[in-house]
């Protein structure tokens, strides 16, 4: 039916998310930006199907993504090809704050940074998601994979707000469910032929802010 059909377009799925970072790394292993932000859009996406509980948390995301879409689409989209060539042109053109926020509160280096270590928590999540079993709980593999991830890096009252948002996710098979991919067997196959390539885009990432020492930016 045609009007089922048009839901099914609003429809979350799982792909979504998976197959642009899979087209994150070049030849020469430069992480795209263009990929990496379409990653990003397909879980705000996934969250706000989640509920308005979880409606503080896509905002940020979304914002963080808007921020670097403009980098994207803007005067200087030549730059912005690769998280390589943005930290190398923003750098060269210090663009980043790099101790305490001044005059570029939005740069690409740090916005990143903040969705970068998101990607760890969403990492661990998923990693656990792969491996657990029908009864485990998805609220406790979220408050575990972001107490060892995210949780570091954000104050109290956030880690509190954060806290209160997991209570309410669904169980493993609901979860699974939203993910719209089909059986569970799948979703996991999915997750598990995913996972090395976020990992890596990870890691590539991770080691040129840790080369260029960028890990606090303010
Ligand atoms: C499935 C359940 C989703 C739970 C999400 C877990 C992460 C909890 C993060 C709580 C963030 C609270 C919002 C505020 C954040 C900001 O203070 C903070 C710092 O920014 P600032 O330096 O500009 O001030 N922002 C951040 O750290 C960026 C947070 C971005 C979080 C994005 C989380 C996306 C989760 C997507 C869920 C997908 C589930 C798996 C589906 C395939």
Redesign the pocket.
């Known amino acids: 039916m045609a009007g089922s059909e048009a839901s099914d377009d609003q429809k979350f799925s799982?792909s979504e998310?998976l197959d642009p970072f899979k087209l994150c790394l070049s030849e020469n292993k430069e992480v795209y930006l263009e990929h990496y932000v379409a990653g990003w859009r397909g879980?705000v996406k996934?969250?706000n199907s989640?509920g308005s509980v979880?409606g503080?948390?896509s905002k940020?995301?979304a914002n963080?993504v808007h921020i670097l879409v403009n980098y994207l689409n803007g005067e200087n989209a030549s730059q912005y090809v690769t998280v390589q060539s943005m930290v190398k042109y923003e750098l060269e053109n210090e663009l980043v704050d790099l101790t305490k926020r001044g005059s570029h509160p939005e740069s690409g280096c740090r916005t990143l940074l903040?969705?970068h270590?998101?990607l760890r928590?969403?990492e661990l999540?998923?990693e656990r998601l792969r491996t657990g079993s029908e009864d485990s709980k998805t609220s406790a593999m979220?408050a575990e994979s972001?107490n060892e991830s995210?949780a570091q890096?954000?104050p109290w009252v956030?880690r509190k707000?954060?806290g209160m948002?997991?209570c309410v996710?669904p169980g493993r098979p609901a979860f699974l469910e939203v993910?719209n991919v089909g059986p569970p067997e799948q979703v996991v196959a999915m997750l598990g032929e995913a996972l090395p390539l976020i990992s890596e885009v990870y890691q590539i990432t991770e080691d040129l802010y840790a080369q260029r020492n960028l890990l606090d930016l303010p």
């Open positions: 799982l998310v879980l996934f969250l989640l979880f503080f948390i940020d995301a963080k903040r969705l270590r998101a928590w969403l999540f998923l979220c972001y995210l890096h954000h956030v707000a954060a948002a997991f996710l993910m």
